[in-house]
């Protein structure tokens, strides 16, 4: 049954951050308000993905359970290892695919586990309509905040990460649903192979190396500078490459590892593309 979107207005803050956040009908904006005339009424909802009652429908993309498993073994060169517990926070290899548009306005990932079945997904929330419209000209929407949930095989968020407007080198804070801080990732560089710092409470538990200037593929390290996970981006083919904007990418968590370095790892591998990639953009 389709599930009916509620209408546009102001309701508590699901993040817990303001009193209230404007909901334009089909995301969270920007817009926060200490007090508003007219608010809807009732507890704040759970997590990013809409008001009260409503749960926002998992990203969708056309790729086969076969074209998963062909992506980690070709595209990755990995072999099968064993499986995790089928959650974004257990499963050794993620695979994270762009939903194909010939147009990006709002970035949307679907993450799938090594057998092809979807346990996640990624998408970009609080797009206004004006930022939205920059990014239809232009590519200097990098510069401004950009918010992206990651959400479960049900469409739960389970993170939050924030880039906040930048010029040069950015941030992405990583937070729970419920607004609960866990760690930054850090630009270090903005010449050559770029680099990003894993810290939590101010102090530094990883990084994220790339490995060539075109910031493709990436190694994960921890605090002694042990690679933890890598990031390799596939090859999708032409046609789909020269005329859509989509990325795919294979991730590979080589050992069990603790929070909060555990979700460190995932928010960053599972937003690479939209989160940290893009500022290289002007780079290559």
């Given at each position: ?148 949930e990651v959400r479960d095989s ?26 609960a801080e866990i760690g930054d ?100």
């Open positions: 049954m389709t599930q009916t979107m509620p209408p546009a207005g102001w309701y508590p803050d699901p993040s817990g951050q303001h009193p209230f956040r404007y909901w334009d009908g089909g995301l969270w904006t920007d817009q926060v308000s200490a007090t508003q005339p007219g608010a809807h009424t009732g507890a704040p909802a759970q997590g990013w993905g809409g008001p009260q009652g409503y749960q926002p429908e998992p990203v969708r993309t056309s790729y086969t359970p076969e074209q998963i498993r062909r992506q980690v073994r070709k595209g990755a060169g990995l072999n099968p290892v064993h499986s995790g517990q089928g959650t974004l926070f257990t499963e050794p290899v993620l695979v994270v695919n762009q939903k194909t548009k010939l147009i990006e306005l709002t970035n949307e990932y679907a993450v799938f586990d090594q057998s092809g079945n979807q346990i996640g997904s990624v998408v970009e929330v609080g797009q206004s309509t004006i930022k939205k419209a920059v990014r239809f000209v232009s590519s200097l929407d990098q510069f401004f905040t950009h918010r992206l049900a469409g739960v968020p389970q993170l939050v990460l924030t880039r906040p407007a930048k010029l040069l080198k950015s941030k992405v804070i990583v937070s729970r649903p419920d607004g990732i850090v630009q270090q560089n903005v010449f050559g192979k770029i680099r990003f710092a894993l810290q939590s409470a101010g102090t530094s538990v990883g990084m994220i190396k790339a490995e060539n200037w075109r910031a493709w593929n990436f190694s994960i390290v921890d605090h002694t500078d042990t690679e933890i996970a890598r990031v390799t981006k596939t090859w999708e083919g032409l046609a789909r490459t020269m005329f859509t904007t989509a990325d795919n990418y294979v991730v590979q968590i080589h050992r069990a590892i603790a929070d909060p370095l555990r979700s460190l790892v995932v928010a960053s591998a599972l937003t690479i593309d939209t989160a940290l990639k893009q500022d290289s953009r002007g780079l290559g």
